[in-house]
């Protein structure tokens, strides 16, 4: 079946440093999203990424998808202490009916 | 534009009992997703379903769990005889077509004591 693996798994950064996870998809994937989930609060949608190759920024946050559309990743410059919480992306496959949620990385932002 | 809605947000439930969660889809949306996150883990996909079908079920336990989304009235995740391993949050979340943006409502946060 289709995995998505996500990592690190956890990473504590000092708050002004940057950081980056990265998603691996076991199949080709039609599309790729990237989601935060505040501590204790629900997944909340930040981007879709399409096109391979494609490349996205949204303010300090950098998202990639790639080449094959099997891999993803999202950057983040200079953390904020606001930037905490769990990131995940999540992708399908073509004509899936649903989203493979990667296993997610942690950022705690240390000020 | 109201936002996916789910209650109740926290529910406790005893060994055995039946636990019914209730989700709200954004409107216009007609398709819904059902997700579990245990303690530090991430979202374990459920079910999908549209207006009255189920469309997959591949996450869903096979026995004492059932979806359903009448054509009227919002979709319901039915947990019967409920066990202390089903301790979760359940995650509704609903978008206008498949492979479409997926809003996510606030969660229902299961305790089974």
């Known amino acids: 079946g289709q995995q998505v693996m996500q990592i690190p798994q956890y990473q504590h950064v000092q708050e002004g440093e940057d950081f980056t996870t990265y998603c691996n998809s076991s199949t080709t994937l039609s599309n790729i999203q990237w989601y935060k989930q505040r501590p204790g609060g629900h997944p909340v949608f930040l981007i879709q990424?399409?096109?391979?190759?494609e490349v996205k920024k949204q303010k300090r946050l950098t998202f990639q998808f790639g080449e094959a559309k099997k891999n993803s990743s999202l950057h983040i410059t200079a953390t904020q202490t606001t930037d905490v919480g769990t990131y995940f992306c999540a992708g399908s496959g073509t004509g899936a009916n649903n989203l493979f949620f990667g296993t997610g990385t942690r950022l705690t932002v240390i000020p | 534009n109201a936002g996916v809605m789910q209650n109740p947000r926290h529910l406790v439930r005893r060994r055995g009992q039946e636990a019914r969660l209730r989700c709200s889809p954004m409107?216009?949306?007609?398709?819904v997703y059902w997700y579990r996150q245990l303690p530090e883990e991430g979202l374990k996909f459920m079910v999908y379903?549209?207006?009255?079908?189920?469309?997959?079920e591949s996450g869903m336990p096979k026995e004492r769990f059932s979806a359903e989304f009448p054509k009227e009235g919002p979709s319901i995740l039915r947990i019967q005889q409920v066990v202390r391993g089903d301790s979760a949050a359940y995650f509704c979340?609903?978008?206008?077509?498949?492979?479409?943006?997926?809003?996510f409502g606030p969660g229902t946060r299961l305790t089974v004591l």
């Open positions: 379903l549209q207006k009255e079908n189920i469309i997959d």
């Open positions: 409107k216009g949306h007609s398709h």
């Open positions: 990424l399409v096109k391979s190759g």
């Open positions: 979340a609903s978008s206008q077509m498949t492979e479409d943006t997926q809003y």
